[in-house]
């Protein structure tokens, strides 16, 4: 893997770093530890985190990563895109007081939290607002310190209801295999998004029924199969909005949106303004 880390901001509270991570011919499948808690928070691209054999979990755009201190794991990256993330590294004590405060745990690593969460989209929001202001020519300290605590808090609360609902929902002898379909079917959206997925043809590739891959898809996700789409839609499209001043109608249509009205209602739908207002705005 060839990464590329760069420090966009540094304070007592917490330093976070922007990275660019590429496949490579000498990638292997050793695996890595790290030293801190930290926060991934994928803003392009696809990547996979291995905890264990057959144990791993896709993240895109609409996902945060936890990184424990001494919990080995492994990157991969599906479709050979590579992936960039900025990484939050909290000091020991907030994030201490910020997980006892949010989720009643001390440590990323906890039993109750999963390794990872769908942001809910004002999250989504707030990090691409926390990347335009580590870009101002001042960094407003105050600002991206705050954004950058909401968006763990939320993250935290996020995996720690998902792993309620996955204990209720699911026999133990049965988690691995369902688990497995639902990110082989996260993996495919979060690679193909533009494409105009049926339900039954997501459930041949992870062979088992559409009834029994929607219903254990918005049990382990939190969302249907199509809302998960459009969110992974809204992300990438978020991402081209930070990066160009490209017409919104070409954006849609590069995104997956049939047209430009069905991307402005869906982005009214999960974020509660359209993409012009939040041009306007200069939330994007």
């Known amino acids: 893997?060839?990464?590329?880390?760069?420090?966009?901001?540094?304070?007592?509270?917490?330093?976070?770093?922007?990275?660019?991570?590429?496949?490579?011919?000498?990638?292997?499948?050793?695996?890595?530890?790290?030293?801190?808690?930290?926060?991934?928070?994928?803003?392009?691209?696809?990547?996979?985190?291995?905890?264990?054999?057959?144990q791993h979990v896709i993240a895109n755009a609409n996902h945060a990563i936890f990184l424990g201190t001494g919990q080995p794991y492994r990157i991969s990256f599906p479709g050979d895109i590579g992936d960039e993330a900025l990484v939050l590294d909290f000091s020991k004590e907030a994030l201490m007081q910020m997980l006892?405060?949010?989720?009643?745990?001390?440590?990323?690593?906890?039993?109750?939290?999963?390794?990872?969460?769908l942001l809910p989209p004002a999250s989504v929001l707030n990090r691409e607002l926390l990347w335009r202001h580590l870009h101002e020519p001042v960094v407003d300290q105050l600002a991206v310190q705050e954004i950058s605590v909401s968006v763990l808090t939320a993250s935290v609360q996020a995996a720690c209801r998902d792993r309620q609902q996955l204990d209720r929902a699911t026999p133990t002898q049965t988690q691995g295999r369902r688990r497995q379909q639902v990110e082989t079917v996260k993996e495919l959206i979060s690679l193909y998004p533009q494409q105009d997925w049926a339900l039954d043809e997501l459930a041949r590739h992870v062979h088992t029924s559409p009834f029994h891959l929607a219903r254990v898809f918005k049990e382990e996700v939190g969302l249907p199969v199509h809302r998960y789409l459009i969110r992974t839609r809204?992300?990438?499209?978020?991402?081209?909005m930070q990066a160009s001043c490209a017409d919104l109608t070409q954006i849609a249509h590069a995104c997956g949106f049939a047209s430009h009205s069905h991307f402005t209602s869906s982005f009214r739908s999960v974020f509660g303004m359209t993409p012009t207002q939040s041009r306007q705005r200069g939330m994007i």
Do not use: N, W
């Open 100 to 117: 006892v405060d949010a989720a009643g745990v001390q440590q990323l690593y906890a039993p109750m939290l999963r390794s990872h969460s």
């Open 234 to 240: 809204l992300a990438r499209a978020l991402r081209t």
């Open 1 to 54: 893997m060839a990464l590329v880390l760069r420090t966009l901001f540094q304070s007592e509270l917490l330093s976070i770093r922007h990275g660019v991570a590429r496949p490579s011919p000498e990638d292997t499948k050793e695996l890595e530890c790290e030293t801190a808690d930290l926060v991934l928070l994928p803003i392009a691209g696809v990547l996979a985190k291995h905890d264990g054999p057959r």
